[in-house]
Structures are given as C-alpha cells and as structure tokens.
Nanobody
Framework: QVQLVESGGGLVQAGGSLRLSCAASGRTLMRYGMGWFRQAPGKERELVTAISWNGGGTYYADSVKGRFTISRDNAKNTVYLQMNSLKPEDTAVYYC?????????????????WGQGTQVTVSS
C-alpha cells in the first residue's frame, strides 16, 4: 500500500497563491496515477486535477484551468499542486489520491488511496 500525506494548505487572500505537496511512502509513486480532489462544506468531493504516472498527461477541471498546475517528482515520491489566482470558491479541504497507473487518471472513479486532506481557505 501507499500512504499519502498532504501539506501546504492555509489561509490566503483572493488572488494569492499556495503550493500543496503530497508525499508518498510505502511504494514508489511510479505505480500510480495521481489526483487532487477537493470538498467544500455541503458539497460533494470533486476531482480538480490529475496526472498520469509519468507526468505525460494531465487533466484539469474547467473551474481551475489556467490557474492550477499539477506536477510530480517521482524521484522524490511527491506530487504538487500549484494554485494561483485563488478565489473564495476554491475554499475546501484538498485531498491527494492515487490509483493504479493502468487506469484512466482523469476518471474520478477508482482512486483508492487517500491522504488525510489539507484545508485551503481563500478570503475575499
């Protein structure tokens, strides 16, 4: 199994930036496609962005295109989420998740390893 730990969340003003990290242990991250999900109060968890096992493919939800960037460093067993031009509606708990690399990383289904989440709050 792989264990995932997110970090980097916090409070930021609208228009600001944050960088989230997801550190993996237990198994090499090269076995997995990776995704960042978020869940706001009263809303369902949604897939925000995802990346293929080798970084060759990425997916972004329309709501974050042009503002968020996902990347990974397999040598460091870490996935990143750079968030720019943050908006109050980006406020949520952000989770990183992993799925078998043979599965479609852009499909929100099939992610079976999850981190504990990190809170991102964007003030207006």
């Amino acid at each position: 199994q792989v264990q995932l730990v997110e970090s980097g969340g916090g409070l930021v003003q609208a228009g600001g930036s944050l960088r989230l990290s997801c550190a993996a242990s237990g198994r090499t991250l090269m076995r997995y496609g990776m995704g960042w999900f978020r869940q706001a109060p009263g809303k369902e968890r949604e897939l925000v962005t995802a990346i293929s096992w080798n970084g060759g493919g990425t997916y972004y939800a329309d709501s974050v295109k042009g503002r968020f960037t996902i990347s990974r460093d397999n040598a460091k067993n870490t996935v990143y989420l750079q968030m720019n031009s943050l908006k109050p509606e980006d406020t949520a708990v952000y989770y990183c998740a992993a799925k078998d690399r043979l599965l479609a990383y852009s499909d929100y289904r099939g992610y079976n390893y999850w981190g504990q989440g990190t809170q991102v709050t964007v003030s207006s």
